[in-house]
């Protein structure tokens, strides 16, 4: 019965936060969103004390039941162990030592790097966020291929349930990490259960020291065991010793298989006291050793300034020049913008673990993973590309959406005062300048006037930016029509600003009943 608890809520979470990420149609209430705010890392980078006292609590009552049911990753290995069990009928887990040295060195690099603020490891590792990257970059796309594909079936019965939606790579590095960490989780999951929680995973690190000491654990009943090992081999978590009736209870995720398949109810679910050391006690065949690694917390912040380099991005291909007309110059943006609510690039890599659950949501499609432009701290870490749309004036969705605080809520009206980034104009790139064809697409797109076109030439009018009211959301640069360098463009801010926008007195026009 608890087995099948477990595995239903498993299940029921697993699916909930999946369709989540994949959520392009809003069908799902605001409330799921919980289901990211309750993850561990997330929870720590909040600093939800709620959250995170609600976990230790768990944990300390009932073991590692949020590796077991709560974390998606940890769902994701237990159906590929599954998967493979079906494939391999005989399949058999066997009982391993911890390793220790490997658990805890990780967890101490990760400390280390999340204390110098340099929080990529941390992303990198974290379960939720790599879950999350890879449903974004490769499930998604399987899910919006999949939706297309119903869209052609459907219309050509004259029912128009599905509408067609653009696929596109967000980021081919991002991609790859997430491929990657598909690829090295599931062959792990599908040769030894969990390996990836057990030796690499630091939120799994971390509960198991506190699950060792939790109140409710699985133990034998020696007057009904007889030491066959069907436990061990059932034990997906390798941390069973049937020849010595002894369980790792630091790895032990509370799965129930091992009281599942004992055929003698040798084992148990309950309230187990902690046992007191005493010297002259028996010496198990095996001794867990545990490793007390020092945490440095002396130098913070020193990383992040050591790591700031100048790496540059690469040039794009220079202009040709032809029928003689003047050079164009290409877009080099120095600074890149981050979304609207992230404050400044020092609080979104402290916060963010990239696990791209605003890049899902962005229904502009304009928050896609940097590489390097926040350096190395900031990789796969939110930022605005203008190629594909602009963002909304009125959009506060991935601010809502953040687990981290990385990007902070916003109401609308602090939305329409916070600015990203500035308005640049590159008068040798502007149709008006160069090629004398009217146009004004960037002032009719912009919501604060912030563009606005002045007298140039005869009837022509060229744009006159004012950057004190700019609040870098990119419309202009979308729309420009200027080919293959845009004329204007938005240049970011380290340090995101409010502006004061002074809104034009519209009088009130009285209509006679004939609209004359």
């Known amino acids: 019965m608890l087995k099948k608890i477990r595995v239903i809520l498993s299940l029921l979470l697993f699916s909930l936060i999946t369709l989540y990420f994949l959520d392009f149609r809003d069908f799902l209430p605001e409330s799921v969103g919980f289901l990211a705010e309750i993850q561990f890392i997330p929870a720590l980078l909040a600093v939800n004390i709620l959250v995170l006292i609600s976990l230790l609590f768990l944990t300390l009552l009932f073991g590692r039941v949020y590796c077991s049911s709560i974390c998606p990753m940890g769902i994701y290995q237990d159906i590929i162990a599954w998967l493979s069990k079906k494939f391999i009928r005989k399949k058999k887990y066997t009982y391993s030592k911890a390793k220790s040295i490997l658990r805890w060195s990780i967890l101490v690099a990760t400390v280390v790097a999340f204390i110098f603020g340099f929080t990529f490891l941390v992303g990198l590792l974290d379960p939720y966020g790599a879950y999350g990257r890879?449903?974004?970059?490769?499930?998604?796309?399987?899910?919006?291929?999949?939706?297309?594909?119903?869209?052609?079936?459907?219309?050509?019965?004259?029912?128009y349930l599905f509408y067609k939606v653009s696929i596109y790579s967000l980021s081919i590095f991002s991609s790859i990490t997430a491929l990657i960490t598909l690829g090295v989780i599931g062959y792990l999951a599908w040769r030894n259960g969990r390996?990836?929680?057990?030796?690499?995973?630091?939120?799994?690190t971390t509960l198991g020291l506190l699950s060792k000491y939790s109140l409710f654990k699985v133990g034998f009943l020696n007057d009904k065991c007889n030491m066959c090992g069907l436990c061990t081999m059932k034990c997906k978590a390798s941390c069973i010793d049937s020849k010595n009736k002894e369980i790792d209870y630091s790895r032990c995720i509370t799965c129930f298989n091992c009281i599942e398949s004992c055929n003698r109810n040798a084992m148990k679910?309950?309230?187990?006291?902690?046992?007191?050391?005493?010297?002259?006690?028996?010496?198990?065949?095996?001794t867990y050793l545990k490793e007390n690694l020092p945490v440095n917390e002396s130098k913070r912040r020193f990383l992040s300034a050591s790591l700031v380099m100048g790496l540059a991005a690469g040039k794009l291909f220079a202009q040709e020049v032809s029928n003689g007309l003047l050079p164009k110059r290409e877009l080099k943006r120095q600074v890149p913008i981050a979304p609207p609510g992230a404050a400044s690039f020092d609080h979104l890599r402290e916060k963010c673990i990239s696990c791209h659950l605003c890049v899902s949501k962005c229904p502009s499609h304009v928050i896609k993973p940097a590489f390097l432009e926040y350096g190395p701290g900031g990789i796969m870490q939110p930022k605005l590309y203008f190629d594909r749309g602009f963002c909304n004036y009125d959009c506060i969705i991935c601010g809502d959406v953040c687990p981290t605080g990385a990007i902070q809520p916003l109401t609308k009206e602090e939305k329409n005062h916070t600015q990203m980034g500035q308005v640049q104009f590159i008068i040798e790139n502007c149709i008006v300048y160069y090629d004398e064809t009217s146009c004004g697409a960037c002032s009719e797109h912009c919501p604060t006037q912030a563009v606005r076109m002045v007298p140039y030439k005869g009837v022509l009018t060229i744009p006159e930016t004012d950057t004190s009211i700019c609040v870098g959301c990119g419309g202009c640069e979308y729309v420009c029509p200027a080919i293959p360098f845009k004329a204007i463009y938005v240049e970011g801010l380290a340090i995101q600003n409010t502006v004061e926008i002074k809104k034009e007195k519209v009088e009130d026009v009285v209509i006679d009943d004939f609209g004359f």
Request: charged share 10%.
């Open 269 to 286: 679910y309950s309230f187990i006291r902690p046992k007191k050391t005493k010297a002259a006690s028996t010496i198990p065949a095996y």
């Open 134 to 159: 890879m449903v974004t970059h490769l499930f998604r796309p399987a899910y919006l291929a999949g939706n297309n594909l119903l869209e052609t079936i459907f219309t050509s019965f004259n029912n």
């Open 195 to 204: 390996t990836y929680c057990n030796t690499i995973c630091p939120v799994g």
